[in-house]
């Protein structure tokens, strides 16, 4: 657990943080979601708003435990892998990190990896739209959760060298309990939370913070291998 605490303290913020990033793509890709047929009653509804941001998150937790799969697979197959995993999580966080305090565009082209998958899942949100009750607004959050976002893939490649398939999850529901709640107060005050959040020094500050969450995740799995055990004379 003592291992997988920076992941999650990582996610958590990328995803709290992040969520200015969300609301922007949301708000480009109203015609493809028709969000905007539905921003008045999410307004009305937080209740739908809810339901909607859970069918995202649900789909998160999925993907992570698919990549956690991948990557405790791995493991387990080449052990001495584990710490080169590890060093490899924490180097992501740090990116994360940096990109968050100073908006690097290093992790951007990440993004461009779902676009093909997105074209072909995209469809399915129109079938679903206008939203008309909550299992509708669940299904789409579901395929919401599918968007092609640079953010969103690279606290993957973190959940990705989580040591099982549960922490993949929970690193990804961490991410996405942070982009809750920009998301479900869109129109209720999410402007006001964004503009907190990209203030300059709130973002260096907490930025700064997830690259020591980085270092710490690089710095536990070496030194554990650079102890050298004592022998009894």
């Not at 921003?39 to 649900?58: C, D, E, H, K």
């Amino acid at each position: 657990m003592t291992e997988l605490l920076p992941l999650l303290s990582a996610a958590l913020l990328a995803g709290l943080l992040g969520s200015a990033h969300c609301l922007g793509m949301c708000a480009g890709i109203s015609g493809l979601f028709a969000v905007n047929a539905e921003v008045a009653s999410m307004r009305r509804s937080i209740p739908t708003a809810l339901t909607y941001n859970t069918g995202r998150v649900i789909t998160y937790a999925v993907l992570g435990t698919i990549v956690a799969a991948f990557g405790s697979a791995i493991v387990k197959a080449s052990p001495n892998l584990a710490v080169g995993i590890r060093v490899l999580s924490g180097a992501i966080i740090i990116l994360v990190g940096l990109k968050i305090a100073f908006d690097l565009r290093v992790l951007n082209a990440i993004e461009r990896m779902g676009g093909t998958l997105w074209a072909r899942i995209a469809p399915a949100a129109k079938l679903l739209v206008p939203v008309t009750s909550l299992p509708k607004a669940l299904a789409l959050g579901v395929v919401w959760g599918w968007l092609p976002c640079g953010l969103v893939y690279s606290v993957l490649m973190i959940a990705a060298t989580s040591a099982s398939p549960i922490g993949g999850a929970a690193t990804m529901v961490a991410f996405g309990i942070g982009t809750m709640p920009a998301m479900v107060l869109t129109g209720l005050g999410a402007a006001r939370l964004s503009s907190v959040l990209q203030h300059r020094g709130t973002r260096i500050g907490l930025g700064l913070l997830v690259v020591a969450m980085g270092i710490l995740t690089i710095v536990m799995p070496l030194s554990k291998l650079l102890t050298v055990p004592s022998h009894p004379m």
